[in-house]
C-alpha cells in the first residue's frame, strides 16, 4: 500500500546516509556494508546481491542493475553514492585481494570462497535494521519523495524502473489533488 502525500517520507539524507555508513564501519569485521544504492537510488534489497564487479562503469559512474525477467537498469549514481562504491572497491580489494569473486559485495564468507552465492540478503537487511530502517520501505519512501517532486512518471520508470501501472500509482499518491481517475490505469 503506497503511502499518501503528507505522510513524513523516511527519504536518506546525505548527512544521515553518512552517519550510518560511517557507524558500521566497525562492523567490516564481519563483511557488512550498508549499500548506498539501497537510500539513495531505492534499489531493491535482491538488486545490490547481484550485482558484478563489471556492473560499476567508473568512466560513467554508473551501475548495471541486472533483475531476474526485466531489462538491465542503468543508475546513475550520484556524487555521494559512487564515492562510497570507489571506497567500497579500495575496502574489498585491501580486505581480500585474492579474492575470485565476481560481486561487487561480498561477505568475509563469500569472498573466501567464490562457489558460495552472492552475499545473503541477511547481510543486507541487517546493517538497515540496526538504524531502524527496512529496505523496502525505503525503497517506497525513496520513490514516493521522487514523485512528489515531479508528476513525470517517465522519469519515475526511467530512475527506478517501474512499470508505467506503478509509476502512476506513486504519481496519484503524491499528487491526490491534481489526480483524476484514469479509466485506461483502473
Known sequence: MLRQAGDEPLVAGQQHLEGIIGSRRQH????RRLRPTQSKRAARPHDPR???????????ATLRARRTGKTVHTVYLDELTYRLARQWLA????RWPATTSPYLLVTAHTATDDTHPPVSIEAINKPLRVHDHQAGRLRVDRIL?????????????RLFGLSPRTAMKYIHAAHPHRSQSDPIMS
Open 28 to 31: 567490516l569485521s564481519h563483511g
Open 50 to 60: 547481484h550485482l558484478l564487479l563489471d556492473d560499476l562503469d567508473h568512466s560513467r
Open 91 to 94: 575496502e574489498r580489494h585491501r
Open 145 to 157: 519523495n521522487e514523485a512528489q517532486h515531479t508528476d513525470d512518471p517517465l522519469h519515475l520508470i
